[in-house]
């Protein structure tokens, strides 16, 4: 007779572990689409927690190689870029493909090189021989021509600020036919050639923004800076270095897009532009700020995301305004309106393990790291979940599983500081399951949503490729449990599991009742709700449904 043990109907039905996450703990490999996708919409190329940026760029050229779908590759570049609102990744992505395909690569450049920054990331990739080359193809050349002469002059001077590589580098070596004497002009004044060289451009071909930056940059007098910013749509960082008092910055101030505003806060305090007659606040300064970043419209057109409000008012400097700081909650709460209400309560595991502590973006070096931890990020879409869904339970963990006691109606900002202040130990993502099946064990839920880093390693099993790991044991009696309590003609509970780091393996692999999905955008809320709403469309299946056309 046949051990029954090891050949037992229901044992054989549970998936084995088959792979080691980067902590050393058993897991699951993800298959090729499904962890390039995670990497795209969770990779900054930088160093995490576990993984060095280098190891993390070459995880993501082997994945690529296995996927022999440029169709596919295109559609995730755009994916990352539009909706997971990533920059290195999208980047990378479009050079592969540049490898790979030309007319795929023309189709989608626009879509994925939308400003300056991107064009010089994209340079750069391909300038460090990390993809192949070391110079611009003559298609890829092409591209770059087509992107400078059409660009509008507020977006090749915004393309200007930063170095290494400049614009100055990219002109000179996709080398752009220019289409008119002011465009020609344009680039010789780009590239700092004497103006001799631009004939038969002159200087009167200049166009008037960088007429009147110049004359900016000569003025002696405040307020004739003052004067001449008047409808001088430019970067606020090409006007900073030479504004000559706080009158000349209240005017820059004013002029700033939403996103330089709130990342510029400490630096406008600093600077006076929120101080008015003898010490006191500016009220007209203060007021004007403070609607901006309550302004509904402005914060969907500018798509900013809720965590990026908690870092403008984490650290926000202690004399900053309370009309400012409290704008910024508003504005959290607003960018939080997208999160969708739920088919019903969810079980909300937060990881507040000590890895979750690293930078959410990775280390970049000093001075250019992002103060927000994934812990803070996690906590911020644990509380904007359990906001739109307030019977739901939130269990942070570790090794361990926390019994949170918050009020779903407090402001988002405010739940997710008190969430994130848990734990800080090893990492076990089965623990808020184990809760659900113990503590919550007579709580009905449609399903359960892990936040975490994915990378858990206080486990029972031995070694993969001879056990589950114990998320998917808890999983298994989180089901019959529930099917219990719900009754057995309701739906089985579904588990989403979010990564925020690149990984390249899970805790649960992906099936009818398992969804993976990696990042940190809104758009991560859309697909959870989709899964637990009964759409089969897996993460995979959102990226494929791109349009290449629009």
Same mark, same amino acid.
């Given at each position: ?15 084995? /572990? ?365 509380? /904007? ?137 809104? /758009? ?27």
């Amino acid at each position: 007779m046949a051990n029954k043990q090891l050949f037992g109907n229901k044992k054989s039905k549970r998936p084995r /572990a088959n792979a080691q996450n980067n902590a050393g703990g058993i897991a699951y490999h993800l298959p090729p689409k499904q962890a390039l996708a995670q990497l795209a919409t969770t990779g900054c190329l930088s160093s995490t927690f576990y993984v060095s940026a280098q190891q993390q760029l070459d995880d993501m050229v082997k994945l690529a190689e296995r996927i022999d779908d440029n169709v596919f590759l295109a559609k995730l570049a755009i994916y990352a870029r539009q909706r997971g609102m990533m920059k290195d990744m999208p980047a990378a992505l479009l050079v592969i493909l540049s490898t790979r395909d030309n007319e795929l690569t023309h189709q989608v450049f626009d879509r994925i090189v939308d400003n300056g920054r991107m064009l010089r990331s994209v340079f750069q990739m391909v300038r460090s021989g990390q993809f192949g080359r070391t110079g611009l193809s003559s298609s890829l050349k092409r591209a770059f021509q087509r992107w400078l002469n059409e660009a509008s002059t507020q977006k090749l001077l915004s393309a200007s600020i930063g170095n290494d590589p400049s614009l100055r580098d990219v002109l000179r070596m996709a080398r752009p036919k220019p289409k008119d004497n002011q465009r020609r002009a344009l680039f010789g004044w780009l590239t700092n050639k004497p103006v001799a060289q631009w004939a038969p451009a002159t200087l009167a071909d200049l166009p008037e923004e960088v007429r009147r930056l110049e004359e900016y940059r000569q003025a002696k007098y405040a307020d004739y800076q003052v004067r001449l910013l008047e409808g001088l749509k430019v970067r606020w960082d090409m006007l900073a270095d030479k504004a000559l008092d706080d009158k000349v910055w209240k005017e820059i101030a004013k002029q700033m897009g939403p996103q330089a505003l709130r990342m510029n806060l400490n630096t406008l305090l600093r600077h006076g532009v929120l101080r008015g007659f003898r010490g006191k606040p500016d009220a007209e300064m203060v007021s004007m700020i403070a609607k901006r970043f309550a302004d509904e419209n402005e914060i969907k057109r500018s798509k900013q995301l809720p965590y990026q409000y908690l870092a403008a008012y984490k650290f926000a400097d202690e004399k900053m305004p309370q009309a400012i700081k409290g704008a910024l909650h508003r504005a959290a709460e607003i960018a939080c309106q997208n999160v969708p209400q739920l088919p019903g309560p969810v079980l909300i595991g937060l990881d507040v393990s000590g890895s979750m502590h690293w930078p959410v973006t990775g280390y970049q070096g000093f001075g250019a790291t992002s103060a927000m931890k994934c812990v803070d990020v996690a906590a911020l879409f644990a509380a /904007a979940i359990l906001r739109r869904n307030p019977d739901s339970v939130v269990v942070p963990f570790d090794t361990a599983a926390y019994e949170a006691r918050i009020d779903p109606n407090d402001s988002i900002l405010s739940l997710s500081e008190r969430l994130a202040r848990y734990g800080g130990g090893g990492t076990n993502c089965s623990k808020a399951l184990e809760a659900a099946n113990t503590r919550y064990a007579d709580r009905p839920f449609v399903g359960a949503v892990l936040l975490s880093d994915n990378e858990s390693w206080v486990t029972s099993g031995p070694s993969y490729g001879t056990s589950q790991t114990e998320v998917m044991q808890q999983w298994q009696k989180f089901v019959g449990n529930q099917m219990k309590l719900r009754g057995h003609e309701i739906a089985s509970p579904k588990l989403i599991c979010i990564d925020l780091q690149p990984n390249k393996t899970t805790q649960a692999p992906d099936r009818k009742d398992i969804l993976n999905v990696g990042g940190f955008s809104d /758009a991560v809320f859309q697909v959870v709700a989709s899964f637990l709403e009964g759409d089969a469309g897996q993460f995979v299946a959102q990226i494929e449904a791109t349009n290449l056309s629009s």
